[in-house]
């Protein structure tokens, strides 16, 4: 009987061990996508509503959002990557009279603003890279382009140039089952980008909230 005892024992350390060993990063029975840097793709479709600064300009919500992100994912669950996308927002007013110095116009004024970001991202997930679910959160800075042009009727008020930007989120990639690599992304991002001009006053900050796919590889 002791010695059944003893073998039982033997035999659940030695499974326990194996399985602790299993969890390593370094296990050769580990995933790939845990032992080494990896990579990921996305391209998330979303609305952007207009915040501070914005607001004063265009007060609606954008329905044309594209976000484009690769990554590069390390086994200690932090990225490192870089985004970029198109946004774009617009406003009609109904006809009024609009004074230019000493000539006025009955117009109709239609209010743009166009956004391309092109920014340095840093996340961090709170689940293994293999893993079916990852939370994460994310710094984001760089700048963006910005074209804005206030139409007034036939005429055009425009100012555009690349300017400083940020963008801090949170999302959730969800692939089903663990190391599959094809899956869908959830994100709520804070854009502020630094760009001042008539009826834009000191920032354009906006919140983002996008879906999409995305796809990770080795």
Known sequence: MKRITALIVLLALTTAAQAQYRNEPNDVFASTFDRYVTFSLAARY?????????????????????ALEGEWLFPQRFSIGIKTGYQYNQQRLGRQVYDFGDQSISAVQTRTLSVIPAMVSASYYFAQNSAAIRPYVQVAGGGA?????NYFGPLADQKN?????IAPAVGLKFFGQRDQKLGAEIQAQYQNVFFNYDLLKNSSPSLILSAGLVYRMY
């Open 46 to 66: 979303g609305v952007s509503m207009p915040l501070g600064g914005q607001k004063g300009y265009i007060d609606r919500v954008s329905p044309a959002n594209l």
């Open 145 to 149: 382009y910005v074209d804005y042009t």
């Open 161 to 165: 140039g690349f300017k400083g930007a």
